[in-house]
């Protein structure tokens, strides 16, 4: 199984503040790496796919990029509705595997 | 708009057995891949298995190889899951989650329902 490891495990930002998250993969996953946001009592939801393509309805302030093992999500100014669990997938092969999330606090 | 609903979760004793349903809306049924993913609360998620669109593709975890089954039924728009031999290990939010594309290939989790609750305990 491919294993995700993501960094860190939380933070502490605040309003206005560029946020970098990092996923790394186990083996090359060329960029089969999707970015699921996850708010307190609520589902995921899908930000980017592709390691960079920004799901539709989703914001430009996130951005995704990098290919290989090594990929960042980030949020170029955040906003206090940005307060959540983050979470990467590989998307290259079965099983396909989630990071631990990193939670971003204020 | 895109609508998951999924039901049947509950308290079960272990080696039990219990059956998730999942009901589709908003956009042609057959034309996705459909797949549960679950997450014990307070922790990180986990995809169980998925079926394409014409559920000629079924992949599932290692971890409930042999013990659970995933169908669908695009006359109803609805997909199941079938829980066997239930252990405390299986005790998770269960979600229903319609992929980006047909097969369960490269599989982008697109839409979430709400989940539904699986206890296992005896």
């Known amino acids: 199984d491919i294993q995700m490891t993501q960094s860190p495990s939380s933070l502490s930002a605040s309003v206005g503040d560029r946020v970098t998250i990092t996923c790394r993969a186990s083996q090359n996953i060329y960029m089969f790496l999707n970015w699921y946001q996850q708010k307190s009592g609520k589902a995921p939801k899908l930000l980017i796919y592709g390691a960079s393509n920004l799901q539709t309805g989703v914001l430009p302030r996130f951005s995704g990029s990098g290919s290989g093992t090594d990929f960042t999500l980030t949020i170029s100014s955040l906003q206090p509705e940005d307060f959540a669990i983050y979470y990467c997938?590989?998307?290259?092969?079965?099983?396909?595997?989630f990071g631990q999330g990193t939670k971003v606090e204020i | 708009e895109v609508q998951l609903v999924e039901s049947g979760g509950g308290l079960v004793q272990p080696g039990r057995s219990l059956r998730l349903s999942c009901a589709a809306s908003?956009?042609?049924?057959?034309?996705?891949?459909i797949h549960w993913v679950r997450q014990v609360p307070g922790k990180g998620l986990e995809w169980v298995c998925g079926i394409s669109g014409n559920s000629a593709n079924i992949v599932y975890a290692d971890s409930v190889k042999g013990r659970f089954t995933i169908s669908r039924d695009n006359a109803k728009n609805s997909v199941y899951l079938q829980m066997n031999s239930l252990r405390e290990a299986d005790m998770a939010l269960y979600y229903c989650v319609k992929d980006l594309g047909p097969m369960v290939r490269a599989v982008i989790l697109e839409n979430w329902g709400q989940g539904t609750l699986v206890t296992v305990s005896s």
């Open positions: 997938q590989q998307s290259y092969s079965a099983p396909w595997t």
């Open positions: 908003g956009f042609t049924f057959e034309d996705y891949a």
